[in-house]
């Protein structure tokens, strides 16, 4: 059997809720990820994702440098312990359509992260597994159209005229 502890990374970087949306966008072009989570000291409390600054911080037109990390990150978290079945995680992901968990103690402190990519580089064999989740993780979703904004429009691109858009040179 194997265990998210065979597969994890450790040592993740965090940021703090008060650190600013910028500075989470600044980390991740860093260090070439999309998601970090948030912890109060070791306690993890939140993961904002790349996804989190565009829906919550650009498209509500946030000042980036003021607004903190508590005002967009996620906080109903789905964790993984460094105990649980590879298996297991890899059917949580894909029913939540995550590509990445972190890592908790029994205290909810932070030890890690699990990713897709860890498990199918760390865990051979597992391959059908790893893309039965991934097709789970990227089946699409409904958009939700209950609120429009100013980014509204017809579908297929174009204007509302139905004349095409003149593209910037």
Do not use: F, Y
């Not at 008060?18 to 109060?40: F, H």
């Not at 059908?128 to 993780?137: F, G, K, P, R, Y």
């Not at 609120?147 to 579908?155: L, M």
């Amino acid at each position: 059997m194997t265990t998210v502890a065979d597969v994890m990374t450790r040592g993740v970087r965090t940021l703090a809720q008060t650190d600013s949306v910028s500075q989470a966008a600044q980390a991740m072009d860093e260090l070439n990820v999309g998601v970090i989570p948030v912890c109060d000291g070791e306690k993890l409390v939140g993961m904002v994702t790349d996804r989190d600054i565009v829906v919550r911080g650009v498209a509500q037109e946030c000042d980036l440098k003021a607004t903190k990390l508590a005002d967009v990150m996620s906080t109903n978290v789905r964790c993984a312990t460094e105990e649980q079945d590879i298996d297991e995680i890899l059917g949580q992901m894909g029913d939540s359509q995550i590509r990445r968990m972190p890592v908790v103690d029994a205290n909810k402190r932070l030890v890690g992260i699990v990713s897709l990519g860890d498990i199918a580089d760390k865990n051979p064999g597992d391959e059908m597994d790893v893309a039965n989740s991934l097709a789970e993780i990227s089946s699409p979703a409904k958009p939700d159209r209950a609120s429009q904004s100013q980014a509204s429009g017809p579908a297929g691109g174009g204007s509302a005229d139905g004349k095409p858009r003149r593209q910037p040179s």
